[in-house]
């Protein structure tokens, strides 16, 4: 079902989940309720369209847009591991010469940028089709971790630099008094909560939230970069978020898994619950 386009004053601010999987797509029978598709977000402002990440989930997004006849996308990049950022190359309305595309990244500055490694993963003997291929007008920008900036239409982008390999960019969307938080991927340090992410979630109506492995696993998956729903949860309480998603499930994670996990999250807080692939939350 399409969402009306038409603005208004102050419109609630739409979220649908196209990919929730970390690490690696997950095609099986056994991930069908919460998805296998990895991390990739869409965020409606009116009319304006904003994507986080673009992990596989984003080649369903990108048919949906063009159904829709999107021309202009943003998307914010946490970071540029495989798991968010190979469905780029699928992404459809990228090779439509009338759509503008605006990329931005926040740990590359001081390594060559966004561009060289856009087009490095496009290119043979890994990928048949190069960046130049996609036709659009495509805008590539690089900027540091921690710096906020506006998009225009009252949309204002505040961000945070994260714990993980090769750096991640932590995101917070504003607009109309209210605010949505993507914290992806992140790890954190037992018995510290984080202070970049605490100042970047405070008062957040939702935060979508790291939570790859339980705290039985935790322990074995050090420096891996990863974090758990009951540290998101600390960390929401902390700064008086108002709800948290569950969020970038671990491929071993099945659905009767996350079943099991969800509730266990929901018996420490009400106001958690797991992301699932096509789920939409509104802001209002």
């Keep these: 079902m399409a969402w009306p386009l038409e603005r208004r004053e102050i ?24 998805g296998g598709n990895t991390s990739c977000i869409e965020v409606r402002i009116d009319d304006r369209v904003i994507v986080l990440d673009a992990g596989t989930g984003i080649r369903n997004l990108g048919n949906f847009l063009v159904k829709e006849d999107i021309k202009s996308v943003d998307i914010l990049l946490s970071h540029t591991h495989w798991d968010h950022m190979n469905g780029f190359p699928f ?14 990244a926040g740990h590359l500055i001081d ?15 890994m990928f048949p089709v190069p960046l130049e291929a996609m036709k659009s007008k495509m805008n590539i920008e690089d900027f540091r971790a921690g710096e906020s900036f506006e998009m225009g239409d009252g949309i204002r982008i505040k961000t945070a630099m994260l714990n993980h390999p090769n750096g991640a960019t932590g995101y917070r969307i504003e607009h109309g008094g209210r605010s949505l938080c993507y914290i992806t991927d992140t790890e954190h340090v037992p018995g510290e909560l984080d202070s970049n992410i605490l100042k970047l979630i405070e008062g957040a109506d939702l935060v979508i939230y790291d939570s790859t492995y339980t705290e039985e696993e935790f322990p074995q998956k050090v420096g891996w970069g990863h974090s758990t729903w009951n540290e998101g949860v600390k960390l929401c309480r902390e700064a008086g978020a108002g709800s948290m998603a569950i969020f970038h499930h671990d491929p071993d994670h099945e659905d009767a898994f996350m079943d099991k996990l969800e509730g266990d999250a929901r018996s420490e807080w009400d106001n958690v619950f797991a992301a699932r692939e096509q789920m939409k939350v509104e802001l209002t």
């Design 111 to 125: 390594q060559g940028g966004l561009r060289r490694i856009l087009s490095g993963q496009m290119t043979q003997p």
């Design 11 to 34: 419109g609630p601010v739409k979220i649908r989940f196209w990919g929730v999987r970390g690490s690696i797509s997950t095609p099986s029978p056994r991930h069908i309720a919460f």
């Design 91 to 104: 992404f459809t309305p990228a090779y439509d010469p009338n759509c503008e595309i605006t990329i931005k």
